[in-house]
């Protein structure tokens, strides 16, 4: 009865790409074949994000994957969660082997995760950790609900307006420790860079940062 009941939920709701959303073919899982072969990876690292030791991207943010983080943090898409956590879970494996302690994520304020319904950068971080054989940790609150980075531009001003937004939840948690810092999306690091001091300044031995999708800066 359950397979029959798993077989029709298919039927009826196919499962498609995380980005384009066409629907996927029995062999393909989160992306088509067009989108898998044709969808850049995130290669430019030259951009220094303070207080972060390493950071790594797995796409640029741009064309399908900017409409795709978009459906996910504005539209409800939560299920992107599992399909990003994945495919971000392999680069990460990749790209750090010189491994992290914990996994920790830049969360929302109260205000906002109650207006939205759910904190996307923090389902990211458990579907993450998951693939990973690990358990993500809050280690950030953020006590106060300040105008989102998207509507600001400049770096100064950005980084104002992130400024002692965040604090810590338990020192002891970070102390001494490799933390792995996740995001949905990097644009100039303001955010990464904030919460990443904060960790420090906790007594955190290091912080890496990963994200689904970066600014291209210049390639």
């Not at 992290?100 to 906002?112: E, F, G, M, N, Q």
Request: hydrophobic share 40%; aromatic share 10%.
């Amino acid at each position: 009865m359950k397979l029959w009941l798993e077989g029709l939920w298919t039927l009826l709701f196919p499962p498609k790409c995380v980005l384009c959303g066409d629907i996927l073919q029995p062999q393909e899982t989160d992306l088509c074949r067009r989108c898998r072969t044709g969808t850049e990876i995130y290669k430019n690292f030259r951009k220094r994000i303070p207080f972060v030791a390493k950071w790594r991207a797995l796409w640029y943010y741009e064309g399908d994957v900017r409409f795709s983080l978009l459906r996910f943090k504005f539209r409800g898409k939560r299920s992107y969660a599992e399909s990003y956590g994945r495919l971000l879970a392999m680069r990460i494996a990749e790209e750090f082997p010189e491994g992290y302690d914990l996994i920790t994520w830049v969360p929302v304020s109260k205000r906002r995760k109650h207006r939205r319904g759910y904190d996307q950068v923090e389902l990211l971080a458990a579907a993450v950790a998951a693939e990973l054989g690990q358990t993500a940790v809050s280690t950030l609150i953020k006590h106060r609900d300040n105008p989102p980075q998207s509507g600001i531009t400049g770096m100064a001003q950005r980084k104002a307006n992130v400024l002692n937004v965040y604090r810590i939840a338990d020192p002891q948690t970070v102390k001494g420790k490799r933390i792995l810092l996740l995001d949905d999306i990097l644009t100039t690091g303001a955010t990464v860079s904030e919460c990443a001091r904060v960790l420090m300044t906790a007594g955190a031995k290091e912080v890496y940062c990963a994200a689904v999708a970066a600014n291209s800066h210049e390639r």
